[in-house]
């Protein structure tokens, strides 16, 4: 599995077996500053030749791989959630509907931008009878990073983002009616997910532009997002919160949880993941997800 962000490429192997997951083998390199352009939504690769380099050093004497899955930052790949009466059939129609509703949502321009939906269980009394969550991202920068593991061999079968492969490799740990949320960190900014049975309930993903005020800014969110769950799933208390911070961040981030969602919140660790053998001075902020990616290609 593949992590392709501003600041590094990493890769993570890990053997399925009848007892859980082996992790076998984790490499990283770095990238240089300023290797992408700037946007809101992250933006397509500025110096090619240098991201190939970066790719070949990655993979220099691994195994031979054909097909792999690529996670992306949050802040590349968003997610936001749109009810409707009925989706097209045919993709061409279906996209159209797509990018209609998703202006209605988000302050981008929506031909430049890489749309998917999946289906997800409606909330209760809500207006139309379908629910999605729509993810999108920039089309150029896809189309870069899958063009750029193609020539080196290896085909993308699926982009997913941080959290969401988070969330895949915590799953096992949450009984299918509870509750359950992944609050991941960065320095730059925080996704906030909510889940029962597998599936995303809520997803806010907020990012800091400058550090006054952070406090009352993530306890405000906080709240906001716990009322409205409350709201929507009386009397279905937050089973488990999980919490991947930078190791500076983490102890404020679970102060910040605990006070607002009135839980005791867990950091991730190995503990939580379905490993048979570790691999010593791994970042689970880091590794977990590639687990969780690994996951969602077997299912």
């Given amino acids: 599995m593949f992590y392709v962000g501003p600041d590094e490429l990493r890769y993570a192997a890990f053997a399925a077996g009848p007892q859980g997951w082996a992790f076998d083998t984790e490499r990283h390199v770095p990238l240089p500053h300023g290797l992408y352009q700037t946007g809101v939504l992250g933006g397509p690769i500025r110096e090619p030749e240098i991201f190939a380099g970066a790719l070949r050093q990655l993979i220099a004497d691994l195994e031979p791989m054909k097909q792999a899955s690529l996670v992306v930052p949050d802040s590349w790949l968003r997610l936001t959630f749109t009810e ?10 279906r996209q159209e509907v797509l990018a209609w509703k998703l202006r209605r949502l988000v ?10 939906a999946t289906r997800v269980t409606p909330f209760p009394n809500q207006d139309e009878p379908l629910r999605l969550l729509l993810g999108f991202a920039v089309e150029n920068l896809m189309a ?8 080196a061999g290896i085909h993308v079968g699926c982009i997913t983002n941080n959290t969401l492969a988070l969330a895949s490799a915590l799953e096992h740990t949450v009984a299918p009616e509870d509750l359950a949320a992944v609050v991941s960190v960065t320095e730059e900014s925080y996704t906030l997910a909510f889940f ?11 990012s800091f532009s400058e550090e006054a005020g952070r406090a009352d800014s993530v306890a405000r969110d906080l709240r906001m997002t ?14 488990r919160v999980f919490v991947a911070a930078p190791e500076d961040l983490e ?6 949880v605990a006070s607002e969602l009135e839980v005791t919140p867990e950091p991730v660790n190995a503990e939580h993941l379905e490993l ?8 689970w902020c880091h590794s977990a997800p590639l687990l969780g990616a690994a996951m969602l290609e077997v299912d």
């Avoid at 409707?84 to 129609?93: D, F, K, T």
């Avoid at 716990?226 to 089973?239: I, K, R, T």
């Fill in 144 to 151: 870069q990073l899958e063009a750029h593991f193609e020539a």
């Fill in 84 to 93: 409707m009466a009925e989706l097209p059939g045919r993709a061409v129609q």
């Fill in 251 to 256: 102890h404020q981030w679970l102060g910040w």
């Fill in 226 to 239: 716990s009322s409205f769950l409350h709201e929507h799933f009386p009397g279905a208390p937050f089973a």
């Fill in 107 to 116: 302050p981008f321009r929506v031909e430049d931008l890489r749309i998917s």
């Fill in 196 to 206: 029962r049975a597998g599936e995303p309930l809520l997803y806010r993903y907020k």
């Fill in 276 to 283: 048979t053998r570790l691999r010593p001075g791994t970042s």
